[in-house]
């Protein structure tokens, strides 16, 4: 059973910039799809990015350019560097384990708060 947990979350003032890691307690190098996702009070869990096992990298639109998703397999740490952070990124952020790489986030993380305010 592979446990995940975030740190590095906190409050932000616009324009500022954040790394979120994660921390898993067991080998990470096989799980196809290392993932964060996230959620704003009121709406559904969204993806924010994915890292595939040897680095290829896909993010959603609303971050591009701003995030970067980066994983080390040695290390069992997936990262999450936000920049250009904007109040509409205030969410609670999770690490997530696709270990098929299907889309099927079987391990979660208790989730990180976000808050992008002034």
């Known amino acids: 059973q592979l446990q995940l947990e975030e740190s590095g979350g906190g409050l932000v003032q616009p324009g500022g910039s954040l790394k979120l890691s994660c921390s898993a307690s067991?080998?990470?190098?096989?799980?196809?799809?290392m993932v964060w996702y996230r959620q704003s009070s009121g709406k559904q869990r969204e993806l924010v990015a994915t890292v595939k096992v040897h680095g290829e990298t896909n993010y959603a639109e609303f971050v591009k350019g701003r995030f970067t998703i980066s994983r080390d397999n040695a290390k069992k740490m997936v990262y999450l560097q936000m920049d250009s952070l904007r109040p509409e990124d205030t969410a609670v952020y999770y690490c997530?384990?696709?270990?098929?790489?299907?889309?099927?986030?079987?391990?979660w993380g208790p989730g990180v708060q976000v808050t992008v305010s002034s």
């Open positions: 997530g384990a696709d270990p098929t790489g299907w889309g099927t986030v079987d391990y």
């Open positions: 067991g080998y990470i190098f096989a799980i196809n799809s």
